[in-house]
Every structure is written in structure tokens, then in C-alpha cells.
T-cell receptor, first 114, second 110 residues
């Protein structure tokens, strides 16, 4: 049971390049989330999804787009990467709509924008 | 904006000692969760405490919640080197989202 898998684990981009981060979960969870983690800032929610075909904005959505075409996958896209998007990106999933259910995290994608 | 704020930001203790971390939050909550993050890894859920609970235990973990002070504490007893990690509190923002604090970085010295 892999849980939440993020691809790739590391990536270096040049300013203006685009890329897609992939998150896959094998737990049949309804909810999925994308966070970024910066030093001293904790985790900040970028976008999230409450089910297949749905997406919603989080706290810091600007510069990112997401898609949830399949229940098990949640994609995070950077259309035109900027140095301010250098960060560690975490994907998480949660089982149900019941408040308080724990989130399950992947091990992150470390992204550097030069 | 961050809902939870942990205190201290960093804590270094000797193996075998107890470690206490605090979390303060701003608005009313239904529950509060604590997570651990080992270096280079994702967050792992430790424990949840609901607003109608004052204290909860799980192994060497003890969590308290004081809704009148809008604060929670996480106590790790008899610390081990493997407890070295960052610890985050998180509060629910509605049924869909969590808001995480900035974390406490705990170092256990052998």
C-alpha cells in the first residue's frame, strides 16, 4: 500500500518554464490537497479538491492551476515558473467528508526555480 | 493567515526528558490535530482532540486543549532520539480544510 505518491521528488526549472506535479493516492480518498512549505511559514494551502472533477482555491492559489480528472490523481501545474515558487510542495488526501479525519501526506516535491 | 501558532519555534532537550510544545489559535474550533514531520518527509498524523475534550493520551503523547484560552499543548514523555522532528498543530476550517501552524522543531540529544 503506497499511500500518497508524489512525482517528481526533485526538479530544477528556469524562470518562465512550465511543469506539472503529479499526486497519486491509492486509498480511494475523496479529498485531495496541494500545499507549499517554506521556511518559517508552515504549510499553506494552494488548491484542493473535494471529489473527482472538482477543484477549489486555497490560501495561495495565484500562479498555479490544478486538475482532478481521476479520483486517484491530483495534478498541480505551474504555467510560467517564478523564483517565488521555489518551495517544497506536498500533496495530501483525506478519506471522508467528516470533519477531523486525518490527512495523509506524500513525501514532497522539492522545486527550485532559477 | 495562520490559524495556529506554535511555541517555542525550536526546542532542544536531552534524551529521556519530557518535551512540551504549545499551540495557540484565533477562532473557535471543532477539533485540533497534531502532526509530526521528520526531516525530508511528509507530515504524519499523531492525534486529534475535539473541542469537548480537555485531555487525550496516545502512548507517550499527551494532548490538552483549553478552548477558553484558545490553546493546546503536546507533551512527549520520556523522549527518544527518534522523536527528533518538527511538530505542527492544525485546526479545521470548515469540514474541508486544515490550517497549519508554523511548527516547533524538536531536537533530542543523546
Amino acid at each position: 500500500n503506497a499511500g500518497v505518491t508524489q512525482t517528481p521528488k526533485f526538479r530544477v526549472l528556469k524562470t518562465g518554464q512550465s511543469m506539472t506535479l503529479l499526486c497519486a493516492q491509492d486509498m480511494n480518498h475523496e479529498y485531495m490537497y496541494w500545499y507549499r512549505q517554506d521556511p518559517g511559514m508552515g504549510l499553506r494551502l494552494i488548491h484542493y479538491s473535494v471529489g473527482e472533477g472538482t477543484t477549489a482555491k486555497g490560501e495561495v492559489p495565484d500562479g498555479y492551476n490544478v486538475s482532478r480528472l481521476k479520483k486517484q490523481n491530483f495534478l498541480l501545474g505551474l504555467e510560467s515558473a517564478a523564483p517565488s515558487q521555489t518551495s517544497v510542495y506536498f500533496c495530501a488526501s483525506r478519506q471522508s467528508t467528516v470533519e477531523g479525519q486525518p490527512q495523509h501526506f506524500g513525501d514532497g516535491t522539492r522545486l527550485s526555480i532559477l | 493567515s495562520q490559524q495556529g501558532e506554535e511555541d517555542p519555534q525550536a526546542l532542544s532537550i536531552q534524551e529521556g526528558e519530557n518535551a512540551t510544545m504549545n499551540c495557540s489559535y484565533k477562532t473557535s474550533i471543532n477539533n485540533l490535530q497534531w502532526y509530526r514531520q521528520n526531516s525530508g518527509r511528509g507530515l504524519v498524523h499523531l492525534i486529534l482532540i475535539r473541542s469537548n475534550e480537555r485531555e487525550k493520551h496516545s502512548g507517550r503523547l499527551r494532548v490538552t486543549l483549553d478552548t477558553s484560552k484558545k490553546s493546546s499543548s503536546l507533551l512527549i514523555t520520556a523522549s527518544r532520539a527518534a522523536d527528533t522532528a518538527s511538530y505542527f498543530c492544525a485546526t479545521s476550517q470548515g469540514a474541508q480544510k486544515l490550517v497549519f501552524g508554523q511548527g516547533t522543531r524538536l531536537t533530542i540529544n543523546p
